[in-house]
Nanobody, 122 residues
Framework: QVQLVESGGGLVQAGGSLRLSCAAS????????MGWFRQAPGKEREFVAR????????YYADSVKGRFTISRDNAKNTVYLQMNSLKPEDTAVYYC???????????????WGQGTQGTVSS
């Protein structure tokens, strides 16, 4: 069973940046397609980005395309989400998870971690 711990959130002004980290343990990290999700208050959790096993293939939700960058370092068992040009609409709790496949928007693991709060002020 893989354990995932998110970190790096905080409060930032609109137009600023945050770099989120997702540290994994318990299994062979490089075996999984990984992704980021987020959930704003009163809204459903939504897909943000995913990255392939090698890091060669990247995919983003339209709402963050061109502003966010997902990356991974398998040697460190860590996935990152660089968030630039942040907007108040990006305010949410951000979670990481594995994806069922390279084409999937669905999380592989049923359980979620605590997530990390990103708040963007206007």
């Amino acid at each position: 069973q893989v354990q995932l711990v998110e970190s790096g959130g905080g409060l930032v002004q609109a137009g600023g940046s945050l770099r989120l980290s997702c540290a994994a343990s318990g299994r062979t990290f490089s075996s999984y397609v990984m992704g980021w999700f987020r959930q704003a208050p009163g809204k459903e959790r939504e897909f943000v980005a995913r990255i392939s096993w090698s890091g060669a293939w990247l995919y983003y939700a339209d709402s963050v395309k061109g502003r966010f960058t997902i990356s991974r370092d398998n040697a460190k068992n860590t996935v990152y989400l660089q968030m630039n040009s942040l907007k108040p609409e990006d305010t949410a709790v951000y979670y990481c998870n594995a994806l069922k496949s390279l084409d999937s928007y669905l999380p592989l693991f049923n359980s979620w971690g605590q997530g990390t709060q990103g708040t963007v002020s206007s």
